[in-house]
């Protein structure tokens, strides 16, 4: 008896060593198997604490002021989305801008085509040109947060709609309007076009349809960030842009309309006319510019030697007469001959 008591003695902390041992390892794999885990995600039949703190966060309805704020707030990101359009395009012109300076260089090493350096000037021309349509971008979207900033006094007195509201008006009249077509037997048999879902413009309409009523939220009172109602918003506007081009054709008898891929194409020839004018122009000045300080340097060189001193200048011929290199113009007078006294 008495041994065994002594190696109780001895060794009576092996069990709870090893029950806390246990007991950190299992706490450490269930924190790395919550970590490995994507966001929003978990394993089927257990909801983890990050998993019910979501759900409670979206479940809640959208307070007052952030209804209020919520198209400003959406304009202040959209502003910030177009200035880094802007950041990225001015990078993307110097990168091009870089290149062009490369190949001219190699070029010089005869080392490339000049088909080469074209390409890297038309590089540059197009990113200068997407820079230019991104502060536009820019430009508009300032407009829009000011506009936003003019609202909020009426939307918080109560005499303008909320900005989720006002856009769930705007989708519903889009969809008032398409089913005035499905429901309405006149409308229907005047422009078969608008049943038609053969027809590509209302086929567009409908995908972006689609698109709108998958972002739209439930309710007014459903919470929303700044960016889903920015995609929500857009969508609607596309879906309205659709339905009316759709109309207009219908309404028109099916002619198409002039296609916006046109209107871009003139555009960049007409920028690019004007951008090769423009460095003619350039080039034009330089050249007169040049001319210009040549001239003006032989005037100075000219007018200095004129205005020498005489102990520069050669000494005249024995006699007076100055020495010249050429004949004497006009010649000199000769002595009329005196009358014959009488």
Known sequence: MEPLLALFAEWWWIGPAAAGAGTVGWVGVRRTRRRALPAGSSTPGVTTTGDRAARAWASRPLSKSAARRLELDAAQLDLQTARLAVARGRADVKVADAEVVRAQAERAASRVSPEA????????????????????????????????????????????????????????????????????????????????????????????????????????????????????????RRAAHAFDHAEQTARRGGQPQPSVEAGDAWSRVASDLADTAQRALARSMESMGRAAARSW??????????????????????????????????PPARDRPHPPAS
Do not use: C
């Not at 590089?123 to 040109?129: E, H, I, K």
């Not at 705007?170 to 048999?189: F, K, N, P, Q």
């Not at 027809?199 to 998958?214: V, Y």
């Not at 007018?303 to 001193?309: E, L, S, V």
């Open 297 to 330: 340097n032989d005037r100075g060189a000219k007018r200095t030697a004129k205005n020498a001193p005489d102990a520069e200048r050669p000494a005249p011929r024995a006699g007076g007469a100055a020495s010249t290199n050429g004949p004497v113009w006009p």
């Open 117 to 236: 350096v074209s390409a890297a000037r038309a590089r540059l021309v197009d990113a200068q040109r997407d820079l230019r349509a991104a502060a536009a971008e820019v430009r508009a979207r300032r407009a829009g947060v000011k506009a936003a900033k003019v609202m909020l006094p009426a939307i918080r007195s109560g005499s303008a709609p909320l900005p989720i509201v006002r856009l769930l008006a705007e989708h519903d009249a889009i969809l008032a309007r398409w089913m005035a077509y499905e429901t309405d037997l006149a409308l229907a048999i005047d422009y078969p076009a608008m049943t038609d879902p053969r027809s590509p413009l209302l086929a567009e309409f409908l995908r972006a349809h689609e698109r709108a009523q998958w972002l739209r939220p439930a309710s007014p009172q459903t919470r929303l960030e700044p960016a889903e109602f920015l995609a929500y918003r857009d969508a609607v």
